[in-house]
């Protein structure tokens, strides 16, 4: 009796971590429908078009994408000299309505990081000072990813010759432009690419200096998240450095009760379980976005003895 109302405790105590982690498992099997494909012997292809109407993430068997997800969609498109402003109109209504609630609560790489971060070890910190350098390393790839995609959009519209030339001097970055920089590249279509081709009897011929330097590194991603939750979308991600540019003006945000509200002196525990290492606390109590940095998982507000972060819209 006693066990059985410990376990409901805890369960209450865990309920928007236990709601998310459905939610991730529910959206992870949807968007990579192929490896449910690829272990029972079913065709999903049904669920092609329900994942193509969520305007969130194409699905690597989208033909139409040279990318896993929607952000490499954009930019793969902008490098066919094509703008896609409806796609970007509502990528940003999305952040503007949600905030970063895809990366908290759907993104199947958030889910990965937060399954190697569920494996029992003492989480670190890493230093404030170069916590926040190492914040603007995504800004940087996305400066990069943008210098890659422009010329060649341009180019396709205006000099076409020109633009076969350039193609050919970038190479894998002209054909990916975001693949580098992408773990969901990684994960969903290179990686099993190399697969493939390591299985299948056909000419293997993608894995060339580069392919092993990009296994190692997000090799290492993966297992330093391990020790450092959500390093990935931390430091690296192009969807989280576009979106950090927006969620600040999102109507939807978490606030703190300043009456509630302890403070890190006598309290701190938000910041402790924070993955992302945001300094809650030294944001205003109105809002908090970490910098746009906030993915709202929630584990703050589910963690605070005092109940006192609230999630807000508007001006609710
Ligand atoms: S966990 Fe709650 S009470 Fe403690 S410092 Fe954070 S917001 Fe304040
Ligand atoms: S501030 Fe709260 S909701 Fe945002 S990432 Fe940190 S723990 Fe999650």
């Known amino acids: 009796m006693i066990s059985l109302r410990f376990k409901r405790l805890k369960i209450r105590a865990n309920l928007i971590t236990i709601t998310r982690r459905i939610i991730q498992i529910f959206a992870f099997l949807l ?13 999903l292809l049904i669920l092609e078009g329900i994942i193509k109407a969520l305007p969130v993430l194409n699905t690597p068997r989208n033909p139409l994408s040279n990318g896993a997800g929607m952000l490499e969609y954009i930019f793969f498109s902008m490098a066919e000299g094509v703008f896609p402003f409806f796609l970007i109109a509502v990528l940003i209504l999305i952040l503007l309505f949600s905030n970063r609630f895809f990366c908290g609560w759907i993104c199947p790489i958030g889910a990965i990081q937060d399954v190697c971060a569920a494996i029992p070890t003492k989480k670190k910190k890493i230093k404030l000072e170069t916590h926040k350098n190492l914040l603007n390393l995504k800004y940087v790839f996305i400066i990069i990813i943008t210098l890659i995609i ?16 350039l193609k050919t001097y970038l190479g894998v970055f002209a054909q990916r432009p975001i693949g580098f920089f992408s773990l969901s590249e990684f994960i969903f279509v290179f990686l099993p690419d190399i697969i493939q081709n390591i299985f299948l009897p056909v000419k293997f011929d993608a894995l060339e200096l580069g392919g092993y330097i990009i296994i190692g590194f997000y090799t290492l991603i993966i297992v330093l998240s391990v020790w450092y939750p959500r390093i990935y979308c931390r430091y690296i991600c192009p969807f989280a450095a576009v979106s950090s540019v927006v969620t600040d003006y999102s109507f939807l945000k978490l606030s703190r009760n300043p009456v509630k509200c302890v403070g890190r002196s006598e ?23 970490g910098k746009g940095e906030c993915n709202f998982c929630l584990k703050c507000k589910e963690k605070c003895p005092h109940d006192a972060i609230l999630i807000k819209f508007g001006n609710i």
């Open 150 to 165: 422009f010329p060649l959009g341009i180019t396709k519209n205006t000099n076409f010759l020109f633009h076969l030339d």
């Open 31 to 43: 968007i990579n429908y192929i490896i449910i494909e690829t272990i029972f012997p079913i065709n």
């Open 267 to 289: 309290c701190g525990i938000c910041e402790d379980v924070c993955p992302k290492q945001i300094r809650i606390l030294d944001e205003p109590f109105e809002f908090f976005t």
